[in-house]
């Protein structure tokens, strides 16, 4: 049976000092030192459910989803409730091959071993934001949960009641208590769990805060994972398919109200086609409605950074066709284009709305440099009938993911690929294997083959000729191009060493 809706109510979190952000980490830290002692299959077990609770709780999650956020009810269950289910499902089945013992040999130390294992941080603070409230959270604690970590998840102020419903979610499964946490209030309380001292921070949201939570935990230090968004872009080559393309192009810059962190904010297009692009996206974006097709801002501070952007852009005299004002924060979907418009701020800055701006260049070297010439790193697209090409392209762009032929948004569904920027764009990585990774530290265990103790080592104290003449013919193996002149220079380092235990005592 499905559980009710949470009701609205105060913000439990709301006005949280420093002391009682401790006191939620100390209940973190005692329920994880039971979940870490677990292996990997038995945590995987307990959780064995999730993709089935996920399922069966479908449109209670997008109707959550749909009531706070606002977004279409087919956005909520294509964009984060059936992404989440996939996840669950790869996380479950990745987990145990991914972070299970690894056995490490080395030519160079024959007579020991090593074992790898993957531990996790301890307490990990994840803070999370409202455009995708509910795939995006559950991205940061899934994988931290099954690595071993306890999570105190802190989502936007502005969606708490999709975060209640995930903790409830995921604790269902059997979770331990205290394993799983929510803080619930605004930035303030963010700030009190990192001076709390967690083990490790995840943070997905603007650059402003992300620089601030990044400050904060390097007073002690603490690892974070950033993933700070994007002016990410579409680039269309002279042979790209128009029709195509420009659908592309309407959907990327425009799901989610174009509040999200891949989303297309700019659009680069060959000279050849960049007129004909122009009169076919926008007559695309005219048959789009707003109301229905489109979630609003979240806010009246989102919705002014629209507004103020596209202001900018009419008074630095580029064009700017829709982007029109609608009732409960909507607002039509916008293009703005024409010479200079690369100078403009709606270029250079994040938008985070509905607003596409198409600039022009004359050859892939341009486009290339067109792309780079921001610090921000997170996505983008390439359009082109010659794959070889395209890809070329993209491996020259400065980018956490590029896709061919498609909106690069697409990519954060797909949960066997790992999902991450640079620059701006921040650092870390969620979904595949690296989020799992990223979810623990490494650590070696380095152990002996033979007799627990065993005779000293010939490279302890004292030292003579003999060792150094030992160390070039180690040196001469490792570089050595064929496998039987390795050989012969790791024999010859083991008997120059054999030889000084033979005639030096060591101390």
């Given at each position: 049976m499905t559980p009710p809706l949470p009701s609205p109510r105060e913000a439990p979190g709301e006005g949280m000092d420093v002391v009682a952000a401790a006191t939620l980490l100390g209940r973190a830290r005692e329920a994880q030192s039971e979940w870490a002692a677990r292996t990997v299959a038995e945590r995987v077990h307990v959780m064995e459910s999730l993709p089935r609770l996920l399922f069966d709780r479908m449109d209670?999650?997008?109707?959550?989803?749909?009531a706070e956020n606002g977004k279409p009810r087919a956005e909520a269950l294509a964009h984060e409730v059936v992404p989440a289910v996939a996840l669950a499902r790869h996380h479950l089945d990745s987990a145990?091959?991914?972070l299970g013992e690894a056995r490490i040999s080395s030519a160079t130390v024959p007579h020991r071993k090593a074992i790898r294992t993957?531990?996790?941080?301890?307490?990990?603070?994840?803070?999370?934001?409202?455009?995708?409230?509910f795939l995006i959270p559950f991205s940061q604690v899934l994988p931290a949960l099954i690595a071993g970590n306890a999570v105190v998840l802190k989502p936007s102020e502005l969606t708490p009641r999709v975060a209640e419903v995930l903790v409830e979610l995921i604790s269902d499964c059997g979770l331990p208590t205290g394993v799983l946490q929510l803080a619930v209030g605004d930035g303030a309380v963010g700030a009190e769990l990192v001076a709390a001292r967690p083990d490790k921070v995840l943070f997905?949201?603007?650059?402003?805060?992300?620089?601030?939570?990044?400050?904060?935990a390097a007073r002690f230090p603490i690892p974070v994972g950033l993933e700070l968004g994007g002016i990410d872009a579409a680039i269309v080559l002279d042979d790209a398919d128009l029709e195509f393309?420009?659908?592309?192009?309407?959907?990327?810059?425009?799901?989610?109200?174009?509040?999200?962190?891949?989303?297309?904010?700019?659009?680069?297009?060959?000279?050849?086609?960049?007129?004909?692009?122009?009169?076919?996206?926008?007559?695309?974006?005219?048959?789009i409605d707003a109301r229905r097709d489109l979630a609003p801002a979240i806010d009246e501070r989102q919705q002014r950074v629209w507004e103020r952007h596209l202001a900018g852009a009419r008074q630095d005299g580029v064009q700017v066709r829709g982007g029109e004002p609608g009732r409960g924060r909507h607002l039509s979907p916008a293009v703005v284009s024409g010479p200079g418009v690369t100078a403009t701020e709606v270029w250079q800055e994040e938008t985070f709305g509905p607003v596409a701006v198409v600039?022009?260049?004359?050859?892939?070297?341009?486009?290339?440099?067109?792309?780079?010439?921001?610090?921000?790193?997170?996505?983008?697209?390439?359009f082109s009938a010659d794959a070889g090409?395209?890809?070329?392209?993209?491996?020259?762009?400065r980018a956490g993911a590029v896709s061919v032929n498609d909106v690069a948004a697409t990519m954060y569904s797909t949960p066997e690929l790992p999902w991450g920027g640079v620059g701006l764009s921040g650092f870390g990585r969620s979904h595949g294997v690296d989020a799992?990774?990223?979810?623990?530290?490494?650590?070696?265990?380095?152990?002996?083959?033979?007799?627990?103790?065993?005779?000293?080592?010939?490279?302890?104290?004292?030292?003579?000729?003999?060792?150094?003449?030992?160390?070039?013919?180690?040196?001469?193996?490792?570089?050595?191009?064929?496998?039987?002149?390795?050989?012969?220079g790791y024999g010859r380092a083991g008997q120059l060493l054999l030889g000084m235990l033979s005639r030096q005592p060591k101390l």
């Amino acid at each position: 049976m499905t559980p009710p809706l949470p009701s609205p109510r105060e913000a439990p979190g709301e006005g949280m000092d420093v002391v009682a952000a401790a006191t939620l980490l100390g209940r973190a830290r005692e329920a994880q030192s039971e979940w870490a002692a677990r292996t990997v299959a038995e945590r995987v077990h307990v959780m064995e459910s999730l993709p089935r609770l996920l399922f069966d709780r479908m449109d209670h999650i997008a109707d959550a989803i749909v009531a706070e956020n606002g977004k279409p009810r087919a956005e909520a269950l294509a964009h984060e409730v059936v992404p989440a289910v996939a996840l669950a499902r790869h996380h479950l089945d990745s987990a145990v091959a991914t972070l299970g013992e690894a056995r490490i040999s080395s030519a160079t130390v024959p007579h020991r071993k090593a074992i790898r294992t993957h531990q996790p941080y301890g307490v990990v603070v994840a803070i999370a934001p409202w455009n995708l409230p509910f795939l995006i959270p559950f991205s940061q604690v899934l994988p931290a949960l099954i690595a071993g970590n306890a999570v105190v998840l802190k989502p936007s102020e502005l969606t708490p009641r999709v975060a209640e419903v995930l903790v409830e979610l995921i604790s269902d499964c059997g979770l331990p208590t205290g394993v799983l946490q929510l803080a619930v209030g605004d930035g303030a309380v963010g700030a009190e769990l990192v001076a709390a001292r967690p083990d490790k921070v995840l943070f997905t949201g603007s650059v402003a805060t992300g620089r601030k939570v990044m400050a904060a935990a390097a007073r002690f230090p603490i690892p974070v994972g950033l993933e700070l968004g994007g002016i990410d872009a579409a680039i269309v080559l002279d042979d790209a398919d128009l029709e195509f393309t420009t659908s592309a192009v309407a959907w990327g810059a425009n799901f989610n109200g174009g509040q999200a962190c891949c989303s297309i904010e700019r659009v680069l297009v060959h000279d050849s086609l960049h007129d004909a692009f122009l009169v076919r996206l926008e007559d695309k974006l005219r048959r789009i409605d707003a109301r229905r097709d489109l979630a609003p801002a979240i806010d009246e501070r989102q919705q002014r950074v629209w507004e103020r952007h596209l202001a900018g852009a009419r008074q630095d005299g580029v064009q700017v066709r829709g982007g029109e004002p609608g009732r409960g924060r909507h607002l039509s979907p916008a293009v703005v284009s024409g010479p200079g418009v690369t100078a403009t701020e709606v270029w250079q800055e994040e938008t985070f709305g509905p607003v596409a701006v198409v600039a022009r260049f004359a050859s892939d070297d341009e486009a290339v440099a067109l792309h780079n010439a921001t610090e921000y790193g997170l996505t983008a697209s390439v359009f082109s009938a010659d794959a070889g090409r395209a890809r070329a392209l993209a491996r020259r762009l400065r980018a956490g993911a590029v896709s061919v032929n498609d909106v690069a948004a697409t990519m954060y569904s797909t949960p066997e690929l790992p999902w991450g920027g640079v620059g701006l764009s921040g650092f870390g990585r969620s979904h595949g294997v690296d989020a799992l990774l990223d979810a623990s530290w490494v650590q070696v265990v380095d152990l002996p083959r033979g007799p627990v103790f065993g005779p000293k080592r010939p490279w302890w104290y004292p030292y003579g000729p003999e060792l150094e003449d030992a160390m070039r013919a180690l040196a001469s193996s490792a570089i050595a191009p064929q496998a039987a002149a390795r050989l012969r220079g790791y024999g010859r380092a083991g008997q120059l060493l054999l030889g000084m235990l033979s005639r030096q005592p060591k101390l």
